[in-house]
């Protein structure tokens, strides 16, 4: 019997050793007014993007930041491309500084190998390498996002950098909030970004 219990023991603490075992990427820990949400980003594949938002997190820029978008089924025209997602960043917490970032570098998912899937985390953009610290999250597979997409003219598609690897039903809960021409009423609070 004590055999079996060592046994049981030791097939316990392997499975939680490997269940911890790091992936080598650096987590980053969205607090907001609905609960935490932890991203996982991709510096081995999308490094460019992925860095540049790792300092925008460092330097604090996202206290007290919003998610203040929202795209779903109803608020889009219906001759367009369908995207469901969250956006959010300092935008409207902090225009002046999200006026005076420096582009991030455009990483496509070509480059990447990154597709735009449920809880994958994007950066938002207008042209290539215009990217700054506004990103969203995708709520359903977006391929009119990933490179050669119909949802963007140029066809470059959009940097995807990072995946929710906990708490995707906050950003379900953020989705449903109340909005109004695509915009939340009101915002919804980001108390912070913070390393894990």
């Given amino acids: 019997m004590k055999k079996i219990a060592f046994a049981s023991t030791i097939i316990m603490l392997l499975l939680a050793c490997k ?8 987590q980053v820990i969205i607090e907001t007014q609905f609960g935490d949400i932890t991203l996982e980003l991709f510096v081995d594949k999308a490094p460019k993007t992925a860095t ?29 491309p369908k995207s469901f997602l969250i956006q959010g960043g300092i935008w409207k917490s902090n225009n002046e ?3 005076r970032v420096k582009g991030i570098p455009h990483e496509s998912t070509k480059q990447t190998g990154l597709k735009h899937d449920v809880g994958i985390v ?3 953009r207008a042209e290539p390498g215009t990217a700054g610290t506004e ?9 009119g996002f990933d490179y050669g997409g119909e949802n963007i003219t140029d ?11 906990k708490g995707l039903q906050i950003v ?16 919804v609070m980001i108390f912070s970004i913070k390393r894990k």
Avoid at 19 to 26: H, I
Avoid at 138 to 143: A, T
Avoid at 174 to 183: A, D, L, S, V
Wanted: net charge neutral; aromatic share 16%.
């Fill in 97 to 99: 500084l999200a006026q």
């Fill in 135 to 143: 990103f969203f999250i995708c709520l359903d597979r977006e391929p």
């Fill in 52 to 80: 540049a938002f790792l300092s925008y997190v460092d330097s604090g820029w996202y206290e007290r930041a919003n998610f203040y978008r929202v795209l779903h089924n109803d608020n889009q025209p219906s001759n367009a």
């Fill in 172 to 187: 379900r809960k953020i989705y449903e909030q109340r909005e109004r021409n695509q915009y939340f009423e009101p915002p």
């Fill in 122 to 124: 994007s950066m938002a």
């Fill in 19 to 26: 269940e911890q075992k790091p992936t080598g990427n650096p």
């Fill in 155 to 165: 066809k470059q598609g959009f940097a995807a950098f990072a995946q929710v690897t």
